[in-house]
């Protein structure tokens, strides 16, 4: 199956810092997403990108379908950004398997 | 706007005991339903998925089983749980034609 590695896999950041999180894949993939879940464990959709750019408020993500990598950036961060994110890949986007990486888990200290 | 439903919160059963988890999800018509489980850790591990009412797909041989008896409800059951069944039980629905997942709230799962 496909591989995704996500890097790295634990950060801690100061209120107000940038960030830029890592996902590899082993694979061509036409559906890439990225997840937030916070410290209660609820998973939220930020990003379905499985090529090209995105931005969403102080989030951004950048898929480069060809070299096999996508990015999550972060800017100004917030306590609120807390938890871990995840990248989630397939091969074709039939919705059917989703494969997630282990995450980067993400601090943010006031 | 959809919504997706998930209960209990939180569940502590005994070794050898049923289990019976119910999803669903409001707003929506024929999506495609997930159950995850996340163990200590991080990694989610998809357990079945189904892309229509009796469909069901499973990924991971285990002693789970899920049923989707109506478009828009699925159910994860067991007969016996195990110790190892112990974690965060997620479902998740997604549709055509992006498939942007939206999960649960979860289930914290302590088999004892």
């Known amino acids: 199956g496909i591989q995704v590695e996500q890097s790295p896999p634990d950060l801690i950041l100061q209120e107000g810092a940038n960030s830029t999180l890592r996902c590899n894949f082993s694979?061509?993939?036409?559906?890439l997403q990225w997840f937030h879940q916070n410290p209660w464990g609820q998973l939220i959709n930020l990003f379905y990108?499985?090529?090209g750019t995105k931005q969403n408020g102080r989030l951004s993500a950048t898929t480069v379908a060809t070299e096999r990598y996508s990015l999550l950036y972060i800017s100004s961060s917030q306590t609120t950004d807390s938890g871990v994110y995840f990248c989630a890949v397939e091969r074709e986007t039939s919705g059917s398997r989703l494969t997630f990486g282990e995450g980067t888990q993400l601090t943010v200290n006031p | 706007s959809q919504t997706i439903h998930q209960w209990p919160a939180t569940l502590v059963q005994p070794v050898g005991s049923p289990l019976s988890l119910e999803c669903t999800v409001e707003?929506?018509?024929?999506?495609?339903l997930y159950w995850y489980r996340q163990a200590a850790g991080r990694g989610l591990q998809l357990l079945f998925y189904s892309v229509g009412i009796g469909q069901i797909s499973s990924e991971v041989p285990q002693n789970l089983s899920a049923s989707r008896p109506q478009d828009r409800q699925f159910i994860l059951s067991s007969k016996k749980l195990l110790l190892s069944d112990s974690g965060f039980y997620l479902c998740?629905?997604?549709?055509?034609?992006?498939?942007?997942?939206?999960f649960g709230n979860g289930t914290r799962l302590t088999v004892t």
């Open positions: 998740a629905w997604g549709k055509a034609p992006l498939y942007n997942l939206h």
């Open positions: 707003g929506t018509s024929n999506p495609n």
């Open positions: 694979d061509s993939v036409n559906n």
């Open positions: 990108i499985p090529s």
